[in-house]
Structure formats: structure tokens, C-alpha cells
């Protein structure tokens, strides 16, 4: 009787399809990063896999689309989607904008209001200097 060997078999396909996929990844970094369009013709050229391999895995069609979506809308040379800004890092910028705007407003005033008081100040002396003119 011969040996079970359809482990290696297994093993073997296992270890084929994680690199496709691998290769897939790598591929829609790799056009991402170089601002290139972001399709399954693209990605299925630069991977080295075929489009249907592509429309049948679900997470690296998502990506795809998500990429090819985020292109479209983009601006005329898209940045790598690991280099755009996240709302988040969009809402502590536009807080910290405000924060500084209340700042120099309240600073602002300050500085209006000791101007005025110095204008006042400098006006009276100048009235006080008149009137003792005035006198002699």
C-alpha cells in the first residue's frame, strides 16, 4: 500500500495561495504609492494573477474598489491612501485653528484695550500740559 502523501499537495496549494495573494497585496500597495490608477486590470498586470482570481476574493476586491473610488474623486494627482489625512487627524487640526483663533481674538482685545488706555492716558497729559499753559 503506498503512503499518504496529500498533506504535501495541500501544503503546497496553501503555500501558492498565500503567495498570490502576497503578490496581490503587494501590487495594490505598490500602485497606490505610485499614484497609478487602481483597477483590477492594473492590479491583476502587476501581480501576475488573472481578474476573475481578483472579483472572486473578496477583501482585495473591496480594497480595489475602494482605491479605484478614491482615485476617481480625487484630485488630479491622488495621494497614497497611507498618506491622506484621516477626518480625525482633519478634526484636531480644525480644533487646534479654533483654539488659536480665540486666542489671538482675546489677544487682540487686550491689546485694543491697553491701546486705548495709553491714547487716554497720553491725551490727558496733553490736556493737563495745555491748561497749565494756560495759566501762566
Known amino acids: 500500500m503506498r503512503a499518504d502523501n496529500s498533506q ?70 491622488p495621494v497614497p491612501a497611507r498618506q491622506r489625512t484621516s477626518d480625525a487627524s482633519l478634526l484636531r487640526r480644525l480644533e487646534a485653528a479654533n483654539t488659536r483663533v480665540r486666542q489671538l481674538t482675546e489677544e487682540n482685545r487686550r491689546l485694543r484695550d491697553q491701546l486705548a488706555g495709553a491714547l487716554g492716558e497720553q491725551r490727558a497729559e496733553r490736556i493737563t500740559k495745555e491748561q497749565a499753559k494756560g495759566r501762566q
Open 8 to 77: 504535501h499537495i495541500v501544503d503546497a496549494a496553501r503555500r501558492r495561495s498565500e503567495y498570490t495573494r502576497a503578490k496581490a497585496v503587494q501590487a495594490l500597495r505598490t500602485l497606490d504609492a505610485a499614484g497609478e490608477p487602481v483597477t483590477f486590470e492594473t492590479v491583476a498586470n502587476q501581480a501576475g494573477v488573472s481578474r476573475s482570481w481578483l472579483y472572486a476574493q473578496p477583501d482585495l476586491r473591496a480594497e480595489v474598489e475602494r482605491l479605484r473610488a478614491a482615485h476617481h474623486r480625487g484630485p488630479v494627482s
